[in-house]
């Protein structure tokens, strides 16, 4: 059995193109400007932060967890949490090891905004715009290091002649067989809400690692989802009982 204690994974890289001018002098017709500010909307709204960091100065470190997960029962994750819905992925904005939820250095995250499409299973309302954390994320090396325990410190010193390393730019670490998240991409995600130690304000923790992070596509009852293990597409029932899909 695996331990779904720490509901904590990283961002893979996104490049998007940019909007094209118009050579023409011409005015614009209507059409062509609501085109043109829908673009602009889309580049704007998939941000991420990761993808201008070049990946030769990314130093990765998967991670082992142990956490329960009940692989017999393919609602367990839904019964597990209080909110379950499809997301869409707006930014990406960045990673860190020191978190407002807990005010302590945790296991590296990434954080960014999603817009909620459907809601499955708790309070939300469709069209919300969140703050969502997972487990795993790109950080500083110095950011990582001070992440780091004393004990954990010595081990990179004694590797390294009993001084801090050098040369390493920035730290990749997250769960091992745990999914990447993609900005501008649907998932159906596990939340749990967390508010700030200093009551400011909410972030959504998305959790289950593998199994609570299923890309989506399609839509209402045919929407799939995409099995992390298999790389298989599934129905939504798989992992949505049907009583829980809204009518269409």
């Given at each position: 059995?695996?331990?779904?204690?720490?509901?904590?994974?990283?961002?893979t890289?996104?490049?998007?193109?940019?909007?094209a001018s118009?050579?023409?002098?011409a005015?614009?017709?209507?059409?062509?400007?609501?085109?043109?500010?829908?673009?602009?909307s889309?580049?704007?709204?998939a941000?991420?932060?990761?993808?201008?960091?070049p990946?030769d100065?990314i130093?990765?470190?998967?991670?082992?967890?142990?956490?329960?997960?009940?692989?017999?029962d393919?609602?367990?994750?839904?019964?597990?949490?209080?909110?379950?819905?499809r997301?869409?992925?707006?930014?990406?904005?960045?990673?860190?090891?020191?978190?407002?939820?807990?005010?302590?250095?945790?296991?590296?995250q990434?954080?960014g905004?999603?817009?909620?499409?459907?809601?499955?299973?708790?309070?939300?309302?469709?069209?919300?715009?969140?703050?969502y954390?997972?487990g795993?994320?790109?950080?500083?090396?110095?950011?990582?290091?001070?992440?780091?325990?004393?004990?954990?410190?010595?081990?990179?010193?004694?590797?390294?002649?009993?001084?801090?390393?050098?040369?390493?730019?920035?730290?990749k670490?997250m769960?091992?067989?745990?999914?990447?998240?993609k900005?501008g991409?649907?998932?159906?995600?596990?939340?749990?809400?967390?508010?700030y130690?200093?009551?400011?304000?909410e972030?959504?923790?998305i959790?289950?690692?593998?199994?609570?992070?299923?890309?989506a596509?399609?839509?209402?009852?045919g929407?799939?989802?995409?099995?992390?293990?298999?790389?298989?597409?599934?129905?939504?029932?798989?992992i949505?009982?049907?009583?829980?899909?809204?009518?269409?």
């Open positions: 059995m695996n331990n779904l204690k720490v509901p904590f994974a990283v961002a890289v996104l490049l998007l193109g940019g909007v118009c050579a023409s002098d005015p614009r017709s209507i059409e062509q400007a609501e085109s043109q500010q829908a673009t602009e889309i580049v704007a709204v941000h991420d932060a990761y993808a201008g960091i990946v100065q130093h990765s470190i998967p991670s082992e967890v142990d956490f329960i997960w009940n692989a017999k393919p609602y367990y994750g839904f019964n597990s949490v209080p909110v379950v819905a997301v869409h992925i707006d930014s990406i904005d960045g990673g860190r090891t020191y978190s407002p939820i807990f005010n302590q250095y945790t296991f590296s990434t954080i905004k999603m817009a909620v499409q459907a809601v499955y299973k708790g309070d939300l309302k469709p069209g919300a715009q969140l703050t954390n997972k795993g994320g790109i950080v500083s090396f110095d950011e990582y290091w001070k992440s780091l325990n004393p004990q954990q410190q010595d081990k990179f010193k004694h590797r390294n002649g009993g001084q801090k390393p050098t040369g390493i730019q920035y730290v670490k769960y091992s067989e745990d999914a990447d998240i900005a991409k649907d998932y159906i995600a596990l939340l749990l809400p967390q508010q130690k200093d009551g400011t304000a972030e959504y923790s959790q289950g690692f593998q199994y609570g992070f299923r890309e596509r399609g839509s209402g009852a929407t799939t989802v995409l099995n992390n293990e298999t790389n298989e597409w599934e129905s939504l029932e798989s949505v009982p049907l009583t829980a899909i809204p009518s269409t």
